[in-house]
């Protein structure tokens, strides 16, 4: 049960951590450091990726500018966007749900089978 590095869950994770942090060091969202390109993910799914983090309730403070060509949709500037405190809980219960796979995980690879 690999998680592809595309997946959504994976693509999420990365931006809600990355403002996550911004959070905490009071630093503001940069565009250099958030986006498509830097998370190795097509510019569609990253509109995509942020519009679901948007509805979720996860983020605030994108801004989507739909157009008739999906691929040419844009955003407001990741100067706005901001996690939320859901954002924040999705990322916690996400870490320690990696973190128990991970253990099962070791523990299957040195438990006899039964």
């Known amino acids: 049960m690999s998680m592809k590095?595309?997946?959504?869950?994976?693509?999420?994770?990365?931006?809600l951590k990355y403002l996550n942090d911004c959070y905490e060091n009071g630093l503001e969202p940069s565009i250099d450091s958030l986006n498509a390109n830097m998370l190795g993910?097509?510019?569609?799914q990253f509109y995509q990726t942020m519009k679901m983090l948007s509805d979720d309730g996860y983020v605030r403070g994108v801004e989507f500018m739909d157009v008739t060509q999906p691929e040419n949709s844009v955003l407001n500037h990741p100067r706005?966007?901001?996690i939320t405190?859901?954002?924040i809980q999705y990322l916690e219960e996400n870490s320690l749900m990696q973190k128990?796979?991970?253990?099962a995980k070791e523990a299957r690879d040195w438990l006899p089978l039964i």
């Open 5 to 15: 590095s595309n997946s959504y869950a994976r693509v999420a994770c990365k931006i």
């Open 41 to 44: 993910i097509s510019d569609r």
């Open 80 to 82: 706005n966007w901001h």
């Open 85 to 87: 405190s859901q954002g």
């Open 100 to 103: 128990a796979y991970k253990v």
